[in-house]
């Protein structure tokens, strides 16, 4: 009896202790996000989002606000969704001597417009105000999974409530969000793709929590759920940003080349989870397919997917043209211009699998030309990683630029730590950068593509902080293996345990 009453004061004792935690926490997230909500809705009201000498106010309509924004994506995302709320479906209205036409919305994926267009319905269209809310909704509700998130492998009070802050206060993501951009796809893809974090992470830890031998771990049924939810996940992501299908194939080859060169006993496992993730990412996407096939003839979620590499000069009467020549659009036709207009001339035929020709061209253009690829890149280096808005070595230092280098330095922190104390380094932590490196070569350079890395990179520092709260810098223990299960590497000791 006496053991019963020890054990249950220990049980309230650690409840409390749980329930003021995430009551901090909590506080900490709502407060940093109500701040910023604020302080960005006082530059609007202030006129000081402006495009051009125009100024953008929540209280235009959306006609109004996209007027000044001309060609802008978020004006088309915008115009698009008037349209959709209006009830003339996924269509851009178009007025041409006196002659107005609705046409169908396609050059990007339609879950931008959709969304914004639904929301419209739900909450109207008179004002901005509706869609200034939703970009709010959107990252408090980015901060909520970023946390849970780091709730897998830290209960420190501290480290949760510094990934908290960094949810709500972080000047890359919401100089984007509250900006000229705000009617964007990357702030529709910021909930799925946080969520796919959550999910990968999930599945990543039941992975390696996988035993039996090569063929009775071929299927596990944890793992096979949490792949699939993240497969599914991706296909809506894609949805929105058709180029986040990409990170279905990388995840896919990462679990099989590391299975395969560190853990042969889960290959089999491997492939089977690979598998599911790709055939639940195509089974979201068909049916958008088969619906742009009977509207425009294209099997494809989106057409707009090969300028990014070349056709640099079809803009260069265009009033952005040097914003395109800094974001890196048409490395491609800078190598080989005659590749440009192969290129152009192959999708314009309609041939077969003209992505892998872009690829094969782009590849040829850089294997005749290295040294001015890497040049070319190279100098656009800050455009994308520091939010720069010039090319090196004229970049200036801004609070953007200073704010990304240190969550960085965190990331590679945080796993320098792991490293040298042997534990793992949890995947999602570096999936996205290491995709993002990879596909250097063909991504135009701007900082909103490293926005995947940033759904993970706010979580940098609160574990950094988890980390050195547990042990500081001391050396690895003897017994410490490096496959140890990342949930456990960082995971304070219970309190009952404690006591």
């Known amino acids: 009896m006496i053991h019963f009453q020890k054990f249950r004061s220990i049980a309230e004792a650690a409840a409390g202790d749980k329930r003021r935690r995430w009551l901090l926490v909590g506080a900490v997230l709502l407060l940093t996000h109500a701040l910023s909500a604020l302080y960005y809705g006082a530059r609007y009201a202030n006129h000081q989002v402006t495009v051009g000498s125009a100024a953008l106010s929540l209280e235009m309509t959306p006609e109004d606000w996209a007027a000044p924004l001309g060609d802008m994506d978020s004006a088309w995302y915008l115009r698009t969704a008037v349209n959709y709320a209006a009830g003339r479906g996924v269509t851009v209205r178009l007025t041409e001597s006196s002659t107005t036409q609705d046409l169908p919305f ?94 990968l992470a999930k599945g990543f830890i039941a992975f390696r929590a996988a035993e039996g031998s090569f063929w009775t771990v071929a299927l596990n049924w944890r793992v096979a759920v949490w792949f699939a939810a993240a497969g599914l996940l991706i296909g809506v992501n894609s949805l929105v940003r058709d180029s986040c299908e990409v990170l279905a194939t990388f995840v896919a080859l990462f679990i099989v080349f590391r299975s395969l060169v560190f853990d042969r006993r889960r290959l089999a496992l491997a492939a089977c989870t690979a598998a599911i993730l790709l055939l639940c990412i195509g089974f979201v996407r068909y049916p958008v397919k088969r619906w742009n096939r009977h509207r425009i003839g294209i099997p494809a979620v989106s057409t707009g997917v090969r300028y990014g590499v070349w056709c640099l000069s079809m803009w260069s009467k265009h009033d952005r043209y040097d914003w395109y020549v800094i974001a890196g659009i048409g490395c491609g036709e800078y190598l080989d211009p005659e590749a440009a207009k192969r290129v152009e001339a192959y999708f314009q035929d309609k041939k077969p699998h ?71 380094i949890p995947e999602v932590m570096y999936l996205c950068l290491t995709m993002m490196i990879c596909a ?48 456990a590497a960082l995971a304070p000791t219970p309190p009952a345990l404690a006591a």
């Open 440 to 487: 250097s070569a063909i991504v135009h350079f701007e900082l909103r593509y490293t926005f995947p890395v940033w759904t993970t990179l706010v979580m940098a520092p609160g574990l950094v902080v988890a980390a050195l709260a547990r042990n500081g810098w001391s050396s690895p223990p003897a017994n410490r293996s490096i496959d140890e299960p990342a949930n």
């Open 106 to 199: 396609f050059y990007w994926a339609p879950g931008t417009p959709v969304t914004f267009g639904t929301w419209m319905k739900l909450f109207g269209r008179d004002s901005m105000w509706p869609i200034f809310w939703f970009a709010v909704a959107a990252q408090l509700l980015f901060g909520v999974i970023s946390l849970a998130t780091a709730s897998l492998w830290t209960r420190n009070m501290l480290a949760l409530a510094a990934v908290a802050f960094c949810t709500g206060f972080c000047p890359p993501l919401q100089q984007w969000f509250y900006g000229t951009s705000m009617v964007s796809s990357e702030l529709v893809a910021l909930v799925p793709l946080s969520a796919i974090m959550f999910v």
């Open 354 to 424: 003209a992505e892998l020709y872009s690829l094969g061209q782009f590849a040829q253009a850089v294997w005749k030309r290295p040294l001015d690829a890497i040049a070319f890149k190279a100098e656009r280096l800050p455009v994308l990683w520091l939010g720069a808005s010039d090319l090196w070595p004229k970049m200036c230092w801004t609070l953007v630029s200073i704010w990304c280098a240190a969550f960085y330095a965190s990331l590679a922190a945080f796993c320098g730590i792991q490293w040298w104390r042997r534990r793992r």
